[in-house]
């Protein structure tokens, strides 16, 4: 990978790591897409860790909270860079973007309400179902924030990536 890429990657990624650290509206982060994003431009090895790390960034910063809804909630931003992986690293397309999207924010929702049926709602099918249901407003918000940033970063990187040598010779 050139120089230049990867200084491109790691700004963007810095960048929208920071943004979640900005007052927004609940489930309206870019953390999901900033998974996407590592999963679709990094070595797999390390995909994940982003993240990750800007969870444990964010969260070292604004506190931490129930152990089981932290480790879902993280389980499930790092299986947002798997997804990215499978869905957008050697293809990127506007169906596999939204499909990335979708899944990713999914897969985030089923796991992060898991975690929160387990602390607080009653360990029965319908303290699940409620638990689930409850969210549903959040799983929009989801959907709105990795669509916004995924976009953002994406075509971010496509913007600067056809400028780029253009800017070195200017």
């Known amino acids: 990978m050139p120089r230049s890429q990867l200084t491109t990657i790691v700004l963007l990624i810095l960048l929208v ?7 927004h509206p609940m489930n309206i982060t870019p953390v999901g897409a900033l ?3 590592a999963g679709a431009m990094l070595p797999a090895r390390i995909m ?4 990750v790390g800007a969870l444990l960034l964010g969260d070292s910063l604004i506190g931490f909270y129930s152990l089981p809804i932290l480790l879902m909630v993280y389980l499930g ?12 690293a050697h293809r990127r397309t506007p169906f596999r973007l939204g499909a990335a999207v979708l899944a ?8 992060s309400n898991f ?3 387990l602390v607080l709602y009653p360990l029965t ?40 040598d253009s800017w070195r010779y200017a």
């Open 17 to 23: 790591a920071m943004v979640r650290l900005l007052p």
């Open 115 to 117: 975690g929160a049926w």
């Open 48 to 51: 994940w860790l982003l993240p």
């Open 104 to 111: 990713s924010a999914s897969l985030f929702f089923l796991l």
């Open 125 to 164: 099918l319908a303290g699940m179902a409620e638990c689930y249901v409850n969210a549903l407003p959040f799983f929009g918000n989801s959907l709105i924030g990795d669509a916004f940033y995924t976009l953002l970063m994406f075509g971010s990187y496509e913007w600067i990536s056809r400028h780029q």
């Open 77 to 88: 931003f790092a299986g947002s860079a798997w997804i990215g992986r499978a869905l957008l």
């Open 35 to 37: 998974g996407l994003f």
